[in-house]
């Protein structure tokens, strides 16, 4: 089975604090790719950041940063200099090369107060 | 980035009637495309897949009859609640995995509420 846990149900931060969101999954595929999604008040889905499971280095997008641990099967989200904007579910998610459709956390409700 | 309309955003309905939720790919055609429904603060749970030209494949536990799929063009998937109750009441969410990506990447439409009295 393909699994992926977020075991962090809420979290709170700081503006201008950061924060990290943990991730864990389980597959015996060797190729998948990871991302992380964000969904805000308005429930739409946007993509954060993604990464490559073949690729060692951590991906980064501006404020928002990965550590990707392959062995150990852990995707963490580091949220760096938060902004009030930034409070939102966050869902990590996966998908395999054999596989065609993502499967999804459930999720880290954050905020992000003043 | 690539766009996918969902309509409407926001039905309510009686219990026993019928419901469409129209899933539009904007910008590029999909042969497939994803349904997914959302319980309040609860994760997204895969539906089904939707194929254009064939049927759609369903996950495990989810009716069939109850929820039809039709992918009448490249562009526009639909899913029709069919006899809806109330346990139906949900956020409906489709997305589509534009061709060539190669990342397993999805684009979500906005969603839809469905509420069903």
Redesign the interface.
Known sequence: AQTVTQSQPEMSVQEAETVTLSCTYDTSESNY?L?WYKQPP????I?VI?Q?AYKQQNATENRFSVNFQKAAKSFSLKISDSQLGDTA?Y?CAF?TNS????N????T?LLVTP | GAVVSQHPSWVICKSGTSVKIECRSLDFQAT?M?WYR?FP??????MA?SNEGSKATYEQGVEKDKFLINHASLTLSTLTVTSAHPEDSS?Y?C?VSPPGTG????F?G??SRLTVL
């Open positions: 790719y991302f308005s429930r739409q889905m993509l993604r490559e579910m869902f998908v596989g065609y459709a993502l999804f956390g459930k999720g409700s | 497939t994803f959302q603060k609860q994760s997204l749970m895969l897949t956020f969410i997305s990342d397993g990447e999805l979500f906005e969603g």
